[in-house]
């Protein structure tokens, strides 16, 4: 069984286990892009792919800020105004995403969302970080005994590159005033208009150059 494959299986039995209406996963790329990579319904792929093209959300907050992520309401949540439209016009309310880690770089997001407002309580947040650790481990072993399937040569160039990412993400941060999330955009933002490698984008900020969208000559 191929890992993507695994991976829909285990996302797909999600739905039951925490009562909710869909549940995926994203992971990051080698443009330290975060892609879809597995969804239960229509409802997770639209939430996983808004993500994947604005770069924000709740489950970008998760990976970058590696923190579980809660939302209640996304149509009165305050953060993320420019995802409200499309997703309450999607069905999509309450959200829950955690951070999904190898070999302790955070490497993608596991997310969950229900149709309606949910206050989500003690007991679904330690079922979702437990289920993570299920994620992780899938993921460590297919990065140990894999080498000639394109998700896992995806996630070891990622992890090849996340810990420079994690200290210009910090820098920008400083520098800027800004949160990470907008930073994690930012340096993704200049190494596509420029054309450069993202590793590349992260190195300038951490040499203290002013971040460009310049092309190379």
Same mark, same amino acid.
């Given at each position: 069984?191929?890992?993507?494959?695994?991976?829909?299986?285990?996302?797909?039995?999600?739905?039951?286990?925490?009562?909710?209406?869909?549940?995926?996963?994203?992971?990051?790329?080698?443009?330290?892009?975060?892609?879809?990579?597995?969804?239960?319904? /229509?409802?997770?792929?639209?939430?996983?792919?808004?993500?994947?093209?604005?770069?924000?959300?709740?489950?970008?907050?998760?990976?970058?800020?590696?923190?579980?992520?809660?939302?209640?309401?996304? /149509?009165?949540?305050?953060?993320?105004?420019?995802?409200?439209?499309?997703?309450?016009?999607?069905?999509?309310?309450?959200?829950?995403?955690?951070?999904?880690?190898?070999?302790?770089?955070?490497?993608?997001?596991?997310?969950?969302?229900?149709?309606?407002?949910?206050?989500?309580?003690?007991?679904?947040?330690?079922?979702?970080?437990?289920?993570?650790?299920?994620?992780?481990?899938?993921?460590?072993?297919?990065?140990?005994?894999? *080498?000639?399937?394109?998700?896992?040569?995806?996630?070891?160039?990622?992890?090849?590159?996340?810990?420079?990412?994690?200290?210009?993400?910090?820098?920008?941060?400083?520098?800027?005033?800004?949160?990470?999330?907008?930073?994690?955009?930012?340096? *993704?933002?200049?190494?596509?208009?420029?054309?450069?490698?993202?590793?590349?984008?992260?190195?300038?900020?951490?040499?203290? *150059?002013?971040?460009?969208?310049?092309?190379?000559?």
């Amino acid at each position: 069984m191929s890992l993507a494959d695994a991976l829909g299986l285990v996302v797909g039995v999600m739905p039951d286990l925490f009562a909710v209406d869909g549940a995926g996963i994203l992971l990051l790329d080698d443009r330290q892009v975060l892609r879809h990579v597995a969804s239960t319904d /229509g409802g997770a792929h639209i939430l996983e792919a808004l993500q994947e093209t604005t770069g924000r959300g709740p489950c970008v907050s998760a990976l970058v800020q590696e923190e579980l992520i809660e939302v209640e309401d996304i /149509g009165t949540d305050e953060r993320w105004p420019e995802l409200r439209p499309v997703l309450t016009d999607n069905g999509i309310r309450g959200i829950l995403g955690v951070p999904v880690h190898v070999a302790g770089a955070p490497i993608g997001s596991l997310n969950v969302y229900h149709r309606e407002s949910r206050g989500w309580d003690d007991s679904d947040l330690a079922a979702l970080l437990a289920f993570d650790q299920l994620v992780e481990r899938i993921l460590a072993s297919a990065v140990l005994t894999t *080498r000639n399937e394109e998700l896992v040569k995806q996630l070891e160039q990622a992890l090849s590159t996340r810990v420079l990412v994690d200290r210009a993400v910090g820098m920008l941060m400083g520098l800027e005033d800004i949160d990470a999330a907008e930073a994690f955009e930012r340096i *993704r933002r200049a190494a596509r208009s420029s054309r450069r490698p993202v590793h590349d984008v992260a190195g300038d900020v951490l040499a203290a *150059r002013k971040l460009t969208d310049r092309r190379p000559a």
